[in-house]
């Protein structure tokens, strides 16, 4: 069965730290994984892509990694900041052009 | 550049109602669209996509239907709708890129559905 596991379910950390979210997959044929960020209330926002052959993108202070042969991937999120709080998707495309599986989200709260 | 636009924004409806949520996009021709729905503390759920104007796919048995009347418009419609209707919907654009993995989806603003 095709699916997008995200751990933790939630965060809280405080400003100015680290802090990585991870994604386990078992979507196959696999085609390429794509962090998402969420505000509340709004359609969520791509951070990263990657397909197999890659192993780390980064978007500022994003950065993403993948291993294929164990289907997993993180976010690591450098110096946090207040508005980093959102929900984070990891999201597995399973064939070319095609549909999505979507994780349920990691909720991340950065505080004061 | 391309945008995407959803309205309403909210909405709040009876049991038993219409539906009628409309998505449009500029800037981009062709696109392939898709509905999705977000309950609660829940993932995404792909509801239905259009990869041409009149050509709809169903992705789940379900009370909603969709439509593509135009190249960059997407309809979700309901004639009655349920209790377990409730959720936010997002409708996003995407295109096959022509290198494999380039694919990707840009999600509108979204709409948050309340049946009561």
């Known amino acids: 069965k095709n699916q997008v596991e995200q751990s933790p379910q939630s965060l809280i950390i405080l400003e100015g730290k680290n802090c990585t979210l991870q994604?386990?997959?078992?979507?196959?044929?696999?085609?390429?994984l794509r962090w998402y960020k969420q505000d509340t209330g709004r359609g969520p926002v791509s951070l990263t892509i990657?397909?197999?052959?890659?192993n780390t993108k980064s978007n500022g202070r994003y950065t993403a990694t993948l291993d294929a042969d164990t289907k997993q991937s993180s976010l690591h999120i450098t110096a946090s900041q207040l508005s980093d709080s959102a929900s984070y998707i990891c999201?597995?495309?399973?064939?070319?052009?095609?549909?999505?599986?979507f994780g349920q989200g990691t909720e991340l709260s950065v505080k004061p | 550049s391309q945008t995407i636009h959803q309205w309403p924004a909210t909405l709040v409806q009876p049991v038993g109602s219409p539906l009628s949520l409309e998505c449009t996009v500029e800037g981009t021709s062709n696109p392939n669209l898709y509905w999705y729905r977000q309950a609660a503390g829940r993932g995404l759920q792909l509801l239905f996509y259009?990869?041409?104007?009149?050509?709809i796919s169903s992705e789940v048995p379900q009370n909603l239907s969709a439509s593509r009347p135009q190249d960059r418009q997407f309809i979700l419609s309901s004639k009655k709708l349920l209790l377990s209707d409730s959720g936010f919907y997002l409708c996003?654009?995407?295109?096959?890129?022509?290198?494999?993995?380039?694919?990707?989806?840009?999600f509108g603003p979204g709409t948050r559905l309340t049946v009561l």
């Open positions: 994604c386990n997959y078992t979507v196959s044929p696999f085609s390429n």
């Open positions: 996003a654009w995407g295109r096959t890129g022509k290198l494999k993995g380039t694919d990707t989806q840009y």
């Open positions: 990657m397909t197999f052959s890659e």
């Open positions: 259009s990869v041409g104007i009149g050509q």
């Open positions: 999201v597995v495309s399973f064939h070319q052009g095609g549909k999505l599986i």
